[in-house]
Each structure stands twice: as C-alpha cells, then as structure tokens.
C-alpha cells in the first residue's frame, strides 16, 4: 500500500484550484511541478490545449466532472506535446479509473471528483501550509475582488466532510485574516463594509425623507432610491447565503465567533481595520455631501 506524499498533496489541491479558476497558464505549470512536464517545455501552445480540453468539463463544475472522459481527452493532449506520466501517478491514475467505474456501476450519476472535491476544500481551508495559503487566496479573489460566492461554495464543500473541525476552521480563517497573506483580503473587507454601511445609512435617510411634508422633502435625497435598494439586497445576497452555510455546520453557534473577539481585537492589523473602516465612512460622507451640494444626485 503507497501514500501519496505532502508535496505532491499539495501539488495537486494547487493544481485543483486553477482548475476551479480556469487558470490555465498556471495549471500548465502544476503539470510541470508535479513531473507531467519537463521545466524546459515551451507551455504557451499548451495552455490553449487545456482550455480546450477543461473548459466543456468545467460547464457543470468541477465535483460534476467525468473523471475517465477527461482523462480520455487529456491524453489526445499529451500525444501532441512532450508530456511523460510518472509511473507513480500512472497508477494513482488507473486506480482512480477503475473506482469510478465500479461506483458507476452502484450510483449512475457518481462523480469520482465530486466525492474528492470536499477533501480538497477542507485542507485547502484548515491546512497552515504556506503554498496553501496561497492557493486559498487565489481561489478567494477574482483578479483583486474578493468573492463571497467562491467562499460560500468552498465552506459548503468543506462542511459536507464529516472530520472537518470548527474550531480549527475558524482559527485557520483568523490566522489567514491577519497574516501577510491576508493584506487583500482585510483590504476588500473594510472596502465591502463601508460600502454597506454607507449604503445602510443613505437608504435610512431615504426613509426619513420621505416622512416629511412633501414640500419639505429633499429631492436629491428621494432619487435612485429603487436602484440603490436593489443593489444593496443584490450585493448582500452571498453574504446572506455565506451565514446560512456556517449555520448548517454541525456544532456551529454564535458562541464559536464570539469566543474569538477578544483575540481578534488583540490584533494590530485588526484594529487598524476599525481605523480604516472609520476613514472609509467619512470619505464617501463627504463625497455625498459635495454631490448634494452640487445638485447632483449622491
């Protein structure tokens, strides 16, 4: 019986995560760090090989992947570029094969990857590696926007594994958050929360506004309010969805999160977050009052 090493684990969870992003130049280079590939093969007529090969598979997602008609159209790719299979994944290959195939004959709609995705989740969540670390990054931002749907989508998969540990889970996110690693993701979330915040406080005035005589009603203040209540319940709709996951988690309770305040608040980068946030409110008040002020609706 063989174990798959730590590197190659992470070899893989790495390549799994440009997979899940279509990025292709960068799973051309997983191929080469995990052996597929010699590091002086020219990648750039690979990468549209694979977009071509991952893309159609990629329709249904990842854990809805066929894993033996991939394999099949991979290896039409392997034959026109200088690709090698180490024996090693060879037969990790084969064997994946063969499994899938007796599953399918119990559970017809049975995803070899759909089963293993939850896995990749988990540790990509809980494991403190470096590489990681940044493969959890790459998954979490689109370019330099964070994702609350690629969160939600990655802490469902991870609660449908039966060993995942809350605990752990929640101070992994912690140790990520005010990490250096975590720059970004503290940065789109002061961004996110002033946004909210300022858009809380504008739809209040609207409602106060419009509790007032009409000849007193400001009438900067009564436009765009339809749109603006529509995209603040649009934009909040992940958050929302993100809330009823970790509220279907087993041993999940508001205790878990409160436990963990006082040693966030401990954090240097944290309370810089509450400075910044502050900041951030009182920039976009003023840009609304000057915009008022010039008859332009805020």
Known sequence: MSEVSRESRTGLIQAVVHLVNRNFGKLSKDFVNLGFLAEDVNLEPIVPAFETVFSQALEAGVSRMDFKAVTDDLSGVMYKFPFRVPPYYALIIRSLVTLEGIALSVDSDFKILGAAYPYFARRLMEDPDPQLRQS???????????????????????????????????????????????????????????????????????????????????????????????????????????????????????????????????????????????????????????????????
């Open 136 to 298: 959890l990054k790459e998954m979490l931002f689109d370019g330099d926007i964070f994702s609350w749907t690629r969160l939600e989508n990655l802490v469902a998969s991870a609660a449908s594994q039966e060993q995942l540990d809350l605990e752990v889970l929640l101070d992994q996110v912690l140790d990520f958050l005010v990490s250096t690693h975590g720059g970004m993701l503290r940065h789109q979330l002061v961004e996110t929360a002033a946004d909210r915040i300022d858009s809380l406080g504008w739809m209040t005035l609207q409602r106060i506004g419009r509790r007032l005589p009409r000849q007193l009603q400001p009438t900067r203040l009564m436009t765009s309010g339809a749109e603006l209540n529509q995209d603040f319940y649009m934009d909040l709709e992940p958050v929302r969805q993100l809330i009823q996951v970790l509220q279907q988690l087993p041993g999940f309770s508001p205790d878990l999160l409160f436990s963990r305040l006082p040693r966030l608040m401990r954090e240097p980068d944290a309370r810089r977050m509450g400075v910044e946030l502050a900041q951030g409110l009182a920039e976009r008040g003023v840009v609304r009052l000057v915009k008022a002020a010039a008859g332009v609706s805020p």
